[in-house]
């Protein structure tokens, strides 16, 4: 158990949908990391936030947004869903900032399907 | 796109044979760290080497890191049916925050 959650642990929605996906980080972490996983991208790195700003981009989607909260849990969401939208979405925490050497610790993802 | 490539894509191996997977990124690192994943579930860090390091080892694990040539090696010694999962090679790029993750090695340990 990395002592990073995530809710919920599976999503089931249709297209054009709006969904919330939900990080708490490991207790003392003040980053937050979102990845995503899918069989044709691999593991892809969506959005990160430090102690509530956000710090680094990757290749997230217009359609997509996250934010961290004042007692540093995080939220993404996903709206007007895709068929390929469909994937893991991981949150991942480390102690600081995030380079030179930082472990980052993974959630047990949130699976979304989108019919 | 992913700025680590795994070699292997595949591997199968008896119990209690050696495991290497290898992973070959394209810029200039900070550290290379390695991930286990089993099937459909979260990642678990397995070992981290930083670019001034040749070669790290935890328990049954050894980590080599040649940055001449922009690669690195995981070996799993004594591999146990547990040991069953994928394997992928993260990097962080110059002065960025987010991990680049490679492909994946996925490794079947024969009982």
């Known amino acids: 158990d990395s002592g990073v959650t995530q809710t919920p642990k599976h999503l089931i929605t249709a297209t054009g949908q709006r969904v919330t996906l939900r990080c708490s980080p490991r207790?003392?972490?003040?980053?937050v990391y979102w990845y995503q996983q899918s069989l044709d991208q691999g593991l892809q790195f969506l959005i990160q936030?430090?102690?509530?700003?956000?710090?680094a981009k990757g290749n997230i989607l217009e359609r997509f947004s996250a934010q961290q909260f004042p007692d540093l849990h995080s939220e993404l969401n996903l709206s007007s869903l895709e068929l390929g939208d469909s994937a893991l979405y991981f949150c991942?925490?480390?102690?600081?900032?995030?380079?030179?050497?930082?472990?980052?610790?993974f959630g047990p993802g949130t699976r979304l399907l989108v019919l | 796109s992913q700025q680590g490539e795994e070699d292997p894509q595949a591997l199968s191996i008896q119990e209690g044979e050696n495991a290497t997977m290898n992973c070959s990124y394209k810029t200039s690192i900070n550290n290379l760290q390695w991930y286990r994943q089993n099937s459909g579930r979260g990642l678990v860090h397995l070992i981290l080497?930083?670019?001034?390091?040749r070669e790290k080892h935890s328990g049954r694990l050894r980590v080599t890191l040649d940055t001449s040539k922009k690669s690195s090696s995981l070996l799993i010694t004594a591999s146990r049916a547990a040991d069953t999962a994928s394997y992928f090679c993260?990097?962080?790029?110059?002065?960025?925050?987010?991990?680049?993750f490679g492909s994946g090695t996925r490794l079947l340990v024969r009982p």
């Open positions: 993260a990097t962080d790029a110059d002065s960025s925050y987010k991990l680049i």
């Open positions: 991942a925490s480390s102690v600081e900032v995030g380079w030179g050497g930082e472990t980052q610790y």
């Open positions: 080497i930083r670019s001034n390091e």
């Open positions: 936030y430090y102690n509530g700003e956000e710090r």
């Open positions: 207790s003392g972490d003040l980053s």
